[in-house]
Antibody, heavy 121, light 108 residues
Framework: EVQLVESGGGLVQPGGSLRLSCAASGFTFSSYAMTWVRQAPGKGLEWVSGISGSGDNTFHADSVKGRFTTSRDNSKNTLYLQMNSLRAEDTAVYYC??????????????WGQGTLVTVSS | EIVMTQSPATLSVSPGERATLSCRVSQSVSSNLAWYQQKPGQAPRLLIYDASTRATGIPARFSGSGSGTEFTLTISSLQSEDFAVYYCQQYNNWPPLTFGGGTNVEIK
């Protein structure tokens, strides 16, 4: 059974940093691209970043480029999102999600339960 | 960046009725469009990909159609568990991947 479990969320002050983790199980982690999607309270879905199965290629939304870094450790079956210079508008539930296809489908068939990041003083 | 516009924002439907949701895209995405369902407090669930292919385990009452810039998600006979928010997502021109603003399907 595929499982994705996010952790690392919490309350952080503006300008602070946080690292989110997504522990994966139930599939060959290194064979699939992964993505981070966030959802501000009461709002819609916003794509944040994506990473190839090997980790060689990463992509970020303009809203987080230069502040967030996406990485993965395939030996630990874990995806990461390093978030620096956090702003109030980064407050959201952050989901990790698995690409549906090994060949990079860019649609996502399994999602974690989400972890809440709150940026506030 | 491709802009996705979903309509209506809220759709009030009685159980057993048909629901038709629209997603319009600012430029052609061919058939590279997915639909997701999200219930309160839950993660999104993939329903449809490639505009019309049902994801694994999705009931046949869900169907997707369209290509280019206009897409439709149809739920043929609404069940109680189908009341939720639905999002479309394009993956033709990226980054960024983009989502629509969502349609809330509520009980009439």
């Amino acid at each position: 059974e595929v499982q994705l479990v996010e952790s690392g969320g919490g309350l952080v002050q503006p300008g602070g940093s946080l690292r989110l983790s997504c522990a994966a199980s139930g599939f060959t982690f290194s064979s699939y691209a992964m993505t981070w999607v966030r959802q501000a309270p009461g709002k819609g879905l916003e794509w944040v970043s994506g990473i190839s199965g090997s980790g060689d290629n990463t992509f970020h939304a303009d809203s987080v480029k230069g502040r967030f870094t996406t990485s993965r450790d395939n030996s630990k079956n874990t995806l990461y999102l390093q978030m620096n210079s956090l702003r109030a508008e980064d407050t959201a539930v952050y989901y990790c999600a698995k690409d549906r296809d090994r060949g990079l489908s860019l649609n996502f068939d399994y999602w974690g339960q989400g972890t809440l990041v709150t940026v506030s003083s | 960046e491709i802009v996705m516009t979903q309509s209506p924002a809220t759709l009030s439907v009685s159980p057993g009725e048909r629901a038709t949701l629209s997603c319009r895209v600012s430029q052609s995405v061919s058939s590279n469009l997915a639909w997701y369902q999200q219930k309160p407090g839950q993660a999104p669930r993939l329903l449809i990909y490639d505009a019309s292919t049902r994801a694994t385990g999705i009931p046949a009452r869900f169907s997707g159609s369209g290509s280019g810039t206009e897409f439709t998600l149809t739920i043929s006979s609404l069940q109680s568990e189908d009341f939720a928010v639905y999002y479309c997502q394009q993956y033709n021109n990226w980054p960024p991947l983009t989502f629509g603003g969502g349609t809330n399907v509520e009980i009439k």
